[in-house]
C-alpha cells in the first residue's frame, strides 16, 4: 500500500477536522461572552445548587445550536459523570404524547439499568417520570432534558412540556428542561399554563462575524507544526492560507457567501468544497479553489434550465422577451410565433421549424418551469391562445444563454437589442 503523501495528509487531516463538531465550534467556545459558556453557566449551576431550570437555544437550521449543547454536556458529564443524566427527544419523532412518556421512560430504565416495560399506559409512563425526577433529585442528580424541534411539542395539547415544567416545581425534583428551535417565536406557542412554568431563558445564535469566522478559517485549514508533517510544506502551507486571507478577491467571494447565507453550516460546507479541490500535486490551496466553491455552492436552478434548452427554446424564450421589451403584456403562442418569423425573415436564419415542432417546444418550457400561464382563467382555451409569462428575468436568460454550449451568436444580438 502507498504511502500518503503530505497533500493527502492535509486533505483528510482538514476534512476529519470540518467533520467534527467538538473541534468546529471549541474556539467560538472560549469567550466567556459565548453561547458556550452562558449555557454551561446555567446548566453547571442547576448541578452544584440543585435548583431547576429550563432555556430555549434559538436560531436558524445550521447556526450551531446542537453542536455547542453537545460540547456543554460533554463536558459537564466529564466534571460531573456521577450527577447528570441526559435524556434526547425530537419533535419530529416524538410530538405525540404517548410516543415523548414511552421514550423517557425507556432511556430513564437504560440510564439506571431498570425493566422498561413497553405495555405500560401513558398515566404509568407519566407517574414513573415524576417518581424518577424525585427520586433523582433525592439523590443529588440532575436530569437534563434535550427536546430538539422543540416548536413540535407545543403544538396541540402540550401535555409533555407541562408534565416536566409541573414535576420541576417540586423542591425534591433536580432537572434541566433545553429546547432547541428555529423559530424565533417558539416560546409565543406555548400555553399560560405552561408559559408559567417556564423560566423564559433563551439564548440566540446568531452568524459568526467577520473577524470570527477569519479565527476560524485559521483554525480549520492551519497545520500543525509539531507534526509528522515536513516542516517545509507546514510553512508553506500556511504561508499560503494567511496570503488568500489578505486578499481583497478573497474577502469578496467571503462578502458574497455572507450575504446569501452566513450559517455555520454553510460557511463549513463552503470551506470543505474549497479544500476538496485543492491541488495535490502542488498540496496548495488557491484562491481559484474558493472562487469554484462559491461557483458550486451558488447553484441556480433557473440558469441551469436555460443551458438545457434546445436550439428553437432558445428562440421562444428570445421571442418572448422581445416582445416584454415591446411592453406586449400578454402574450400567447400565437404572438410568439409571429415575433419568431418576424426574426426569421429580418435575418434569414437557418433555424426555423414547423408550427407544430414548436408548439411542442413551447409545453416543454413551461413543464421546466421557465414559462407559465399568465393567469388561471381561461383554462378551456387550448394551449395556444393562453396568455403566457417568463419566470426569469432578462439579466438570467442573458447569463444562461451565454453559457449556453451551442447558442447562435444572433439570439444574443438580438437579446442584446
Do not use: W
Amino acid at each position: 500500500m502507498d504511502k500518503e503523501t503530505p497533500a493527502e495528509k492535509s486533505l483528510n487531516l482538514i476534512r476529519g477536522r470540518l467533520c467534527a463538531p467538538s473541534f468546529v465550534f471549541r474556539p467560538l467556545c472560549a469567550s466567556s461572552d459565548s453561547n458556550y459558556s452562558k449555557l454551561k453557566f446555567i446548566v453547571s449551576t442547576s448541578i452544584t445548587e440543585g435548583c431547576n431550570n429550563s432555556i430555549l437555544l434559538l436560531g436558524p437550521r445550521g447556526s450551531g445550536k446542537a453542536a455547542v449543547l453537545d460540547l456543554v454536556v460533554g463536558d459537564l458529564l466529564q466534571e460531573f459523570p456521577d450527577s447528570v443524566s441526559v435524556i434526547r427527544l425530537n419533535g419530529l419523532l416524538h410530538s405525540d404524547d404517548n410516543c415523548a412518556f414511552k421514550e423517557i421512560a425507556r432511556q430513564l430504565c437504560m440510564e439506571h439499568h431498570l425493566l422498561f416495560s413497553k405495555m405500560a399506559s401513558l398515566d404509568e409512563n407519566s407517574q414513573f417520570i415524576v417518581a424518577m425526577l424525585r427520586e433523582c433529585g433525592l439523590a443529588h442528580k440532575t436530569i437534563i432534558f434535550v427536546l430538539d424541534e422543540f416548536d413540535m411539542f407545543a403544538q396541540g395539547k402540550q401535555r409533555l412540556l407541562y408534565s416536566l415544567l409541573d414535576a420541576m416545581q417540586s423542591v425534591t425534583s433536580q432537572a434541566v428542561v433545553i429546547g432547541i428551535s428555529s423559530r424565533l417565536d417558539a416560546d409565543q406557542l406555548l400555553e399560560k399554563r405552561v408559559r408559567s412554568r417556564f423560566s423564559h431563558r433563551k439564548i440566540l445564535f446568531l452568524p459568526p462575524s467577520r473577524e470570527e469566522f477569519d479565527g476560524l478559517l485559521e483554525h480549520l485549514l492551519s497545520l500543525p507544526a509539531d507534526s509528522s508533517f515536513p516542516s517545509g510544506y507546514v510553512s508553506r502551507f500556511n504561508e499560503k492560507i494567511k496570503n488568500i486571507k489578505s486578499d481583497t478577491r478573497f474577502k469578496d467571494i467571503l462578502r458574497t457567501l455572507f450575504n446569501a447565507n452566513s450559517t455555520m453550516n454553510s460557511l463549513l460546507k463552503f470551506i470543505f468544497r474549497a479544500v476538496s479541490l485543492m491541488n495535490l500535486e502542488s498540496g496548495l490551496l488557491s484562491l481559484e479553489n474558493f472562487k469554484a466553491a462559491l461557483s458550486s455552492m451558488q447553484r441556480q436552478p433557473k440558469l441551469e434550465a436555460v443551458r438545457d434548452c434546445s436550439i428553437l427554446e432558445l428562440y421562444l424564450l428570445v421571442c418572448m422577451r422581445r416582445l416584454e421589451v415591446k411592453e406586449q403584456r400578454s402574450y400567447n403562442f400565437i404572438s410568439v410565433m409571429k415575433e419568431y418569423k418576424t426574426i426569421h425573415d429580418s435575418f434569414q436564419t437557418s433555424d426555423y421549424y414547423a408550427q407544430n415542432v414548436c408548439l411542442r417546444a413551447f409545453e416543454h418550457l413551461r413543464e421546466r418551469q421557465v414559462t407559465c400561464y399568465a393567469e388561471n382563467r381561461g383554462q378551456t382555451q387550448t394551449g395556444e391562445y393562453r396568455p403566457m409569462k417568463l419566470l426569469i428575468s432578462a439579466s438570467e436568460l442573458h447569463q444562461g444563454m451565454r453559457s449556453h454550449a451551442c447558442c447562435p451568436a444572433i439570439l444574443l444580438k438580438l437579446l442584446d437589442h
